[in-house]
């Protein structure tokens, strides 16, 4: 578990860690807009994180634009992190 990652994705991470999934990476800054981010090496299960109780500040997103990693995951608006595993 990262303790840097903020309290809002925290559950995401635990919850993807606990099924297996592993760190790839970390990104701190992961772009100008992003303070930190954590890319896991498995796709994220996107229907056991519908079962999570998240904050109303988290919103999932996709990118499917090859001049970056294609991926999927989740972001905090208040915090600005993201969390994101291959698309």
């Given at each position: 578990?990262?303790?840097r990652l903020c309290k809002t994705l925290q559950p995401i991470l635990e919850l993807e860690l606990s099924?297996?999934?592993?760190?790839?990476?970390i990104d701190a800054?992961?772009?100008?807009?992003?303070?930190?981010a954590i890319?896991?090496?498995?796709?994220i299960n996107h229907e056991a994180v519908k079962n999570?109780?998240?904050?109303?500040?988290?919103?999932?997103?996709?990118?499917?634009?090859?001049?970056y990693p294609v991926q999927s995951g989740y972001g905090c608006n208040k915090y600005k992190h993201l969390i994101a595993g291959p698309l």
């Open positions: 578990m990262d303790e099924r297996g999934n592993t760190i790839e990476s800054p992961a772009g100008t807009r992003c303070p930190f890319n896991l090496k498995k796709r999570l109780s998240l904050a109303n500040t988290v919103e999932k997103w996709e990118n499917k634009d090859q001049h």
